[in-house]
DNA sequence: GGCGCTGATCGAACCGGTTCGACGCGCAAT
DNA sequence: ATTGCGCGTCGAACCGGTTCGATCAGCGCC
């Protein structure tokens, strides 16, 4: 491979003026310039990434921490930030905690170890060392779907809180009052926030909640299936579910075929979260479903501006919270009146 | 952050002699080698692999190219890949072609310039510059999913072959005998394994194959709806369907409930690849599912030995196919004679 | 004619490792 | 006592860039 040394000899100037012609804000003349890129050209130069990073202490690579790379929702998250990468020079290393906060501190300091430009993180963690942790990163930060509150960084995320009113709204308009509830993992942003989203509507709505009725999930699809079951074959049953997640609806959808019930018409069932092809399910589900192209697209580009604003002038810290839509299925009736 | 002087300074030896104790083959007395390491703890002392890179002319990440990375096939290979490389110590950059040869070999460029370690790739492309091009990688390479022929380089996929001549069996064995295929994108390695397998199992059981019968898809969702349409609506349309991926069965599936047929009573239809979370869907489709984890298994070990014996004994090109396994579900029927 | 100034270019140090040849030392062989 | 040898350690060059201070040519001006 050629190096900046080769452009030199080639175009008969130093390698420090190569270097300056190459870093655009040099004072070169236009002819030299001009013959430098010309050489540049012939001998198929291309700066050595390992040799500027270590340089200047940064590589162009970012880092990408989700909980669980196969789930499509971070995979299309990952495609729309590569895409968004690529086109400024940058490239993804991507890595999956496993939903662990441990893990994901680990993979964290290898990405530092890495000297990666930024990282775009979904949390997973609470604890207080952990918050300490991340809080501690000297790097550009993006938090996207969940978020560790007291860390200053920008988030970008879906309003939780009213993707899960919507959808209880939307369950008590058909008359339903025993609403279960399978909610996330124990501990993280997005469970809480879709939990509360739940509780509000119906203390809204005037209606008691069985507390009995909220099932610990884990945004699993196995748990999902397993609370479903306990739920339903209980004498008093819910007439409606609402699951956290996309994974789990289907883990309860499944549970609700496996016990003989129809849904809609012995039990009504909503998710958060988009199913992939969930048009060729049966029922379409209900569900609010996040934007998730443009997640990626704003998470992207700001972690981008702050690489490139880097130590220049701080940008606060940011959030765009975007606003989750309705998609009506065939997954809700009215409860039936046995 | 600790550089290597600072540990040599502190156990008051030369940086060569430090470098030496890290690098396992060095011949340093046990003494020394103690201190080195006692001085590395206290100041927090790792390598920085830019350093290492730029003067051994490659990183520790390893470049995967997949044409799709919201494929959930895509994204549980990607899973397994990187879980196997970190545990070797090493980070995986991830970059999506979106199925097109050009922004592929771009992207492999890009890998190039990073130095790379390895790279594993699903390639897209078959024109003679293409070819010529990827031949042309010195680096450890590993392809999977697709191949490309006389390219000298490990391979790792399912028997295509087999996948499709099992489920094209399948079906035959419930009398049909107007079986429509909907292949992959013109120009892979699978797709033409795939239509072979329907071809010559069609040839075995002595049916003739309306070559009308036989559409062009490019595995996704889109195209495949629009050709079962058009395989639907004709008078003389298919009894059954096999479609070259996933994805492609769920948009015929689509079209299949949006014209009102039933499946499998009016049309049966099989799949080969997973389709995640197929259980809910109705009718559970007939598939031939991939051994994703041994493959992303494989895969990765396999580079991360080239990777290793760099330089070394050369490795002959090895290949390793796996078996698809045949799940039965209920989208296939006899044929209603009407 | 000597002065300072400006703009283009250059040399050298540096980033943080790896590696090769050299060196000093103790010990066995001559 | 001298030579030869192996072992442990070290100094220095090198990987390929960036960047800072120095140099130099050309210029207008007193």
């Given at each position: 491979?050629?190096t900046?040394?080769?452009v030199?000899?080639m175009a008969g ?7 300056l012609?190459?870093?655009?804000k ?19 130069y291309?700066?050595?990434p ?25 995979g299309r ?8 990468a ?8 991507v890595?999956d ?5 441990k893990q994901?501190?680990?993979i964290?300091d290898?990405?530092t170890?890495q ?5 775009i ?10 918050v300490?942790?991340?809080k501690g990163l000297?790097m ?9 509150p007291?860390?200053?960084a ?15 709204e ?6 339903h ?5 399978i ?10 926030q879709?939990?509360?989203g739940?509780?509000?509507t119906m ?16 945004y699993?699809?196995?748990?999902a ?8 074959t ?13 994974v ?7 549970a609700?075929n ?7 018409t ?8 988009d ?8 029922p379409?589900i ?7 192209d ?22 606060p810290?940011r ?20």
């Open positions: 491979m050629a900046i040394r080769d030199a000899k100037v130093s390698i420090s003026t190569v270097s012609a190459f870093s655009a040099g004072r070169v003349s236009p002819d030299t310039h001009q013959r430098i890129w010309a050489a540049a050209q012939t001998v198929g291309v700066p050595n390992l040799a500027q990073g270590l340089k200047s202490g940064r590589s162009r690579l970012i880092g990408m921490v989700v909980g669980d790379i196969s789930n499509p929702f971070f998250l990952l495609k729309g930030v590569e895409r968004t690529l086109a400024h020079n940058h490239m993804v290393i890595s905690s496993d939903a662990d906060a994901e501190l680990a964290i290898q990405l170890e000297r990666v430009a930024g990282i993180l979904s949390p997973h963690g609470n604890a207080p060392d952990y300490e942790r991340i000297k550009p930060l993006v938090m996207v779907d969940h978020r560790v007291s860390v200053e920008d988030f970008v995320g879906s309003d939780n809180v009213l993707a899960s009113a919507m959808l209880t939307h369950m008590i308009r058909y008359g009052r025993r609403i279960a509830h909610a996330g993992r124990a501990g993280l942003y997005t469970t809480s879709r939990l509360k739940f509780l509000e203390q809204g709505a005037g209606i008691e909640v069985d507390q009995s009725l909220v099932a610990d999930g884990d699993r699809g196995e748990r299936y397993a609370e479903a079951m306990r739920l339903m209980r004498a008093d049953r819910p007439t409606a579910i609402l699951a956290a997640n996309n789990m609806a289907l883990g309860a959808l499944q609700i496996d016990l003989g019930f129809i849904c809609p012995d039990i009504s069932l909503t998710s958060i979260d199913v992939p092809w969930g048009n060729v399910i049966q379409r209900t569900m609010v479903v996040q934007q998730v443009e997640l990626a697209r704003i998470a992207s580009e700001w972690l981008l501006e702050r690489i490139r604003a880097r130590g220049g002038d701080a940008i810290p959030e765009h919270i975007l606003m989750p839509q309705l998609v009506v299925g065939q997954s809700c009736a009215a409860p039936s009146t046995q």
